[in-house]
């Protein structure tokens, strides 16, 4: 009944389950407020059954996520009624760090943004990861489009902007540094990788692939150490590397590349697929965000030092995508 008394359904949602149960299932008279509270009131049992509702509103799944038992949320992400906040999908991502399951049920829901997939990206399973790149990576070719304008103001004003310039340098046209190549020891990115190959890896190579890659220490430690692979075939996608310089880059970390009897080992097979399926321009976009988002500077220390004040109730490290997935991904 739509009509029946609030306060007699409030008490009855929080019954016994099979009292519950069909109350908390199919009465539609249930608003976000009763809901809250009976949330915070109930069993694990009874929250699944909320999850399953023919509709779920953002706060009702915020509440859920929040509380974090595994059965609801995965009612939660199977329901296509729910509707997941932004806050709700953060939580998510954070949790999906424990609970890897969550990281499959995630890359299906539509509200997952693309930094929150990056992010994500790093504790995901091969087929997630694969599903992230080729689903939230952005085309470079597009965004340069988009942001035409941008690029002109920015000139204009000699690019004075830190926010804006290091923005824009996501959709930079050029991806290795040509100044660290002219200082470099090495003839080239190839160069370095070749020896590496021939010597095996260590942080100086490390550091001076990664200086010639364009991209930072923080950023090149990350690639070279993710046990998966796929990180390595964005780097020589976007670089502009071909497939011998993967395979030396695969063998220069002691990686194994056949399986002894002729055949080559599956997760290099895998991590070649994966390159393959890369265009450029979004292999582009994606190192360059990873790059930006995992050795994001632009700290609070920062403002002081440029002499803007940081405001206590806006807290950068609540609100800038970049900061919040360098946390994440590094467990902080």
């Not at 824009?168 to 370095?192: C, F, G, M, P, T």
């Not at 990664?210 to 993710?226: E, Q």
């Not at 080992?265 to 979004?282: E, G, I, R």
């Given at each position: ?32 407020s009763d809901l809250s509270h009976i949330v915070e009131k109930v069993s694990a049992e009874h929250r699944t059954i909320i999850a399953g509702r023919k509709v779920v509103s953002p706060v009702i799944a915020d509440r859920l996520a929040s509380v974090g038992e595994p059965t609801a949320i995965r009612k939660l992400f199977e329901n296509k009624g729910a509707t997941l906040s932004e806050h709700a999908v953060d939580v998510l991502v954070a949790r999906s760090r424990k609970e890897e399951e969550f990281c499959a049920l995630l890359i299906k829901r539509l509200e ?221």
């Amino acid at each position: 009944m739509r009509d029946a008394p609030r306060r007699v359904l409030r008490y009855l949602a929080q019954c016994s389950i099979e009292i519950a149960g069909p109350i908390l299932e199919k009465n539609e008279a249930f608003d976000a407020s009763d809901l809250s509270h009976i949330v915070e009131k109930v069993s694990a049992e009874h929250r699944t059954i909320i999850a399953g509702r023919k509709v779920v509103s953002p706060v009702i799944a915020d509440r859920l996520a929040s509380v974090g038992e595994p059965t609801a949320i995965r009612k939660l992400f199977e329901n296509k009624g729910a509707t997941l906040s932004e806050h709700a999908v953060d939580v998510l991502v954070a949790r999906s760090r424990k609970e890897e399951e969550f990281c499959a049920l995630l890359i299906k829901r539509l509200e997952l943004k693309p930094a929150q997939a990056m992010a994500m990206f790093w504790w995901s399973d091969g087929p997630t990861r694969r599903t992230i790149l080729q689903r939230h990576a952005a085309d470079r070719l597009e965004m340069i489009e988009m942001c035409s304008d941008v690029f002109a103001m920015a000139a204009a004003e000699g690019w004075n902007d830190p926010v804006a310039r290091k923005t824009l340098q996501l959709i930079e046209r050029r991806q290795r540094n040509r100044a660290a190549i002219e200082k470099s020891v090495y003839d080239s990115l190839e160069h370095a990788i070749t020896v590496a190959a021939a010597t095996g890896m260590n942080p100086e190579v490390a550091q001076e692939i990664g200086y010639l890659a364009g991209v930072k220490p923080v950023t090149i430690a990350k690639l070279l150490s993710d046990k998966g692979g796929e990180g390595l075939a964005v780097l020589c996608k976007a670089t502009g590397l071909k497939r011998p310089s993967l395979r030396e880059l695969w063998l220069s970390l002691k990686r194994p590349l056949d399986m002894g009897d002729g055949k080559i080992h599956p997760q290099f097979t895998y991590v070649m697929d994966t390159y393959d399926l890369l265009s450029v321009a979004k292999a582009q976009t994606t190192l360059r965000y990873w790059n930006w988002s995992l050795s994001s500077t632009f700290s609070p220390a920062r403002l002081k030092q440029s002499g803007v004040e940081e405001d206590e109730a806006n807290d950068e490290e609540a609100f800038s995508a970049a900061r919040r997935t360098a946390n994440l991904v590094f467990g902080k």
